[in-house]
């Protein structure tokens, strides 16, 4: 899986639009309290899996890939846009082998196998 951009117009406390491009390779978000790097994450999560976050109902838009197979989704309130390789699709989209595998803690990231 491959993020390549997420724009977050209004998500929790963040009124002032903002954009993540993503590069190869690992990317860090890093910052003091309250520039929303939580928000961030939990924004990504709902591009992969809808209403993962409970609740939450961000207006978001991003664009990812797995595989040969590229994602968008735009997400405003309970109205959700989802597109796999350019064609609308109303189904889940996202990593068919599940979540659990997308799921990793920075502990996990820095130590690796042992």
């Given at each position: 899986m491959r993020f390549q951009d997420l724009k977050i117009f209004e998500a929790l406390s963040i009124r002032v639009p903002f954009e993540v491009e993503f590069g190869?390779?690992?990317?860090?978000?890093?910052?003091?309290?309250?520039?929303?790097?939580?928000?961030?994450a939990r924004a990504l999560l709902e591009?992969?899996?809808?209403?993962?976050?409970?609740?939450?109902?961000?207006?978001?838009?991003?664009?990812?890939s797995v595989g040969d197979q590229n994602y968008f989704v735009s997400v405003a309130g309970s109205r959700r846009i989802q597109q796999v390789d350019g064609n609308d699709y109303d189904g889940m989209?996202?990593?068919?082998d599940g979540l659990q595998r997308y799921h990793w803690a920075l502990h996990d990231l820095l130590t690796g196998p042992r």
């Open positions: 190869p390779g690992i990317n860090l978000i890093f910052g003091p309290n309250g520039v929303g790097k939580t928000t961030t591009l992969v899996r809808p209403n993962a976050g409970g609740q939450w109902r961000p207006r978001i838009q991003g664009r990812y989209i996202g990593p068919e």
